[in-house]
């Protein structure tokens, strides 16, 4: 029973996962401007990462492999927000030059 729970709540998570990568993909895609297609695209996918490591940790076989997607995850959300804050800056420089 447990172990069905367990990956019941996996698969739930992986798919909330799959859904808010789409959804970033479809902001990326259908937004106007260059900072609310990068705002949309970082927000979505890190969360989306983010459930989808939850998934996979409930399906982990040791502490090991959690610890380190979890580090993964954490270095992802430090280098998406800062690579999202430059090219933003650079897109509002260059859109003002004009």
């Keep these: 029973m447990t172990e069905t729970l367990l990956e019941l709540l996996s ?7 799959l859904l808010f990568f789409a959804a970033g993909s479809v902001g990326l ?3 106007p401007d260059t900072v609310s ?4 695209l970082t927000k ?3 969360l989306g990462l983010g459930l989808v490591i939850a998934g996979l ?3 982990a076989e040791g ?3 959690v610890i380190q997607m979890l580090l993964i995850w954490l270095l992802l959300l430090a280098s998406s927000a800062t690579a999202c804050q430059l090219l933003a800056r650079q897109a ?3 859109s003002s030059d004009d």
């Design 57 to 59: 940790s409930l399906r």
């Design 63 to 65: 502490l090991l492999e």
């Design 11 to 17: 698969w739930a998570l992986l798919v909330g996962g």
């Design 29 to 31: 895609l259908r937004f």
């Design 92 to 94: 509002e420089e260059e």
């Design 37 to 40: 297609r990068l705002h949309a």
């Design 44 to 46: 979505a996918d890190t």
